[in-house]
T-cell receptor
Framework: GAVVSQHPSRVICKSGTSVKIECRSL??????MFWYRQFPKKSLMLMAT?????????EQGVEKDKFLINHASLTLSTLTVTSAHPEDSSFYIC??????????????FGPGTRLTVT | EDQVTQSPEALRLQEGESSSLNCSYT??????LFWYRQDPGKGPEFLFT???AGEEKEKERLKATLTKKESFLHITAPKPEDSATYLC?????????FGQGTILTVHP
């Protein structure tokens, strides 16, 4: 159990266009979903925390108007990179938290999406 | 500010050569320490959660331990398929802060 999928796995887009990445928890309902960004040979940087039916909480320095997060259900969250620029090229990874009792809950990660902006 | 430091940055072992990875942390209010494995181009794979000092957990060749200031991931008789980046993260309410990872390479 605890499988998380992401789609697409790779996307190439032109500068100025928008890209949507989907994150789904396949066999459990996620209390919370998270979006991370990872640069080459670096660790994961938390971008935002998303709860179903409420606005996402963004980390300091992350532009909420550029990285739009929608958490429509307990199994689906989407990240839209708006007006993408080459500096937005990165590996984006989502995670879904499954747990009961006390937080922080164990997070299960998707396989990641490689975004390249040309 | 929560800080997580992993050492060494990279570790090269021969198959069968046991070793340990370290994760030291300074957090206000540790609620859990997590270990993940990440293969290149993939998302992290959950390994362990430890909640209190003295706690230990095992899975195949891996054993994780926790003290008040650090955690160790012990790898016994590693195999080439254990090669990966191992990440630790500390959890506070609802959030994980990750270390930079240890890149483990096991040679046959």
């Amino acid at each position: 159990g605890a499988v998380v999928s992401q789609h697409p796995s790779r996307v190439i887009c032109k500068s100025g266009t928008s890209v949507k990445i989907e994150c789904r928890s396949l066999d459990f309902q996620a209390t919370t979903m998270f979006w991370y960004r990872q640069f080459p040979k670096k660790s994961l940087m938390l971008m935002a925390t998303s709860n179903e039916g409420s606005k996402a909480t963004y980390e300091q320095g992350v532009e909420k108007d550029k990285f739009l997060i929608n958490h429509a259900s307990l199994t689906l969250s989407t990240l839209t990179v708006t007006s993408a620029h080459p500096e937005d090229s990165s590996f984006y990874i989502c995670s879904a938290a499954r747990g009961s009792g006390r937080p922080p809950y164990e997070q299960y990660f998707g396989p990641g999406t490689r975004l390249t902006v040309t | 500010e929560d800080q997580v430091t992993q050492s060494p940055e990279a570790l090269r072992l021969q198959e069968g050569e046991s070793s340990s990875l370290n994760c030291s942390y300074t957090v206000s209010g540790l609620r859990g320490l997590f270990w993940y494995r990440q293969d290149p181009g993939k998302g992290p794979e959950f390994l362990f959660t430890l909640y209190s000092a003295g706690e230990e957990k095992e899975k195949e060749r891996l054993k994780a331990t926790l003290t008040k200031k650090e955690s160790f991931l012990h790898i016994t008789a590693p195999k080439p398929e254990d090669s990966a980046t191992y990440l630790c993260a500390v959890g506070t309410y609802g959030k994980l802060t990750f270390g930079q990872g240890t890149i483990l390479t096991v040679h046959p």
